[in-house]
């Protein structure tokens, strides 16, 4: 299984609102990522968990709060975001060590109002 | 820093050219990836290449790293219309990160 799944596939939220993007990977990997991509654009990192905490966090804002529960899962969660926070959100795991090939799940596409 | 840069950034050809998508880095990059993604679609790993003069082919695909060059060049082979998609080249210093060019956007055309 060379799967990373990722819910929802589309979201829609206010600048309000509160919600959660989910990924899960059953490839036994220890590392997993949130990028986020713009269109036209390629991926920007965001987080890096690694077996579990977090390894790196590319000075984005504390609207976007990450959390890894187990090694199986990752969650970003958001709040307060902002229009220009549209984008495709990306999550990818590899086998650890930053030497290994990144999987990539296939994105959940938010727009933000 | 590492910098990639991919050209050219948009390709148009008919199906059963040649062609070659250039990625060239600035820095020792300790591997450099292929990545495909297809329009709203996810990335999908095409290519790892792992040394200098590595060569490495799937179907019309193939990928070549020189590193005293720093370059990698993936070169489509009597291409047709399935290919049509933004090919990514990303390179990395050893850490987690990956740092991408801007994407070379292939359209085959009959």
């Known amino acids: 299984d060379t799967e990373v799944t990722q819910t929802p596939k589309h979201l829609v939220m206010g600048m309000t609102n509160k919600k959660s993007l989910k990924c899960e990977q059953h490839?036994?990997?220890?590392?997993m990522y949130w990028y986020k991509q713009k269109a036209k654009k390629p991926p920007e990192l965001m987080f890096v968990y690694s077996y579990e905490k977090l390894s790196i966090n590319e000075s984005v804002p504390s609207r976007f709060s990450p959390e890894c529960p187990n090694s199986s899962l990752l969650n970003l969660h958001l709040h307060a975001l902002q229009p220009e926070d549209s984008a495709l959100y990306l999550c990818?795991?590899?086998?650890?060590?930053?030497?290994?090939?990144?999987?990539f799940g296939p994105g959940t596409r938010l727009l933000v109002l | 820093e590492l910098k990639v840069e991919q050209n050219p950034l948009f390709l148009s050809m008919q199906e059963g050219k040649n062609y070659t998508i250039y990625c060239n880095y600035s820095t020792t990059s300790d591997r450099l990836y292929w990545y495909r993604q297809d329009p709203g679609k996810s990335l999908e790993s095409l290519f790892v290449l792992l040394s200098n003069g590595a060569v490495k082919q799937e179907g019309r695909l193939m990928a070549s790293l020189d590193t005293k060059a720093r370059l990698s060049t993936l070169h489509i082979t009597a291409a047709v219309h399935d290919l049509s998609a933004t090919y990514f080249c990303a390179g990395t210093l050893g850490g987690y990160a990956l740092n991408f060019g801007k994407g070379t956007s292939l359209l085959v055309t009959p």
């Open positions: 490839m036994g990997h220890r590392a």
């Open positions: 990818a795991s590899s086998q650890e060590g930053s030497r290994e090939t990144q999987y």
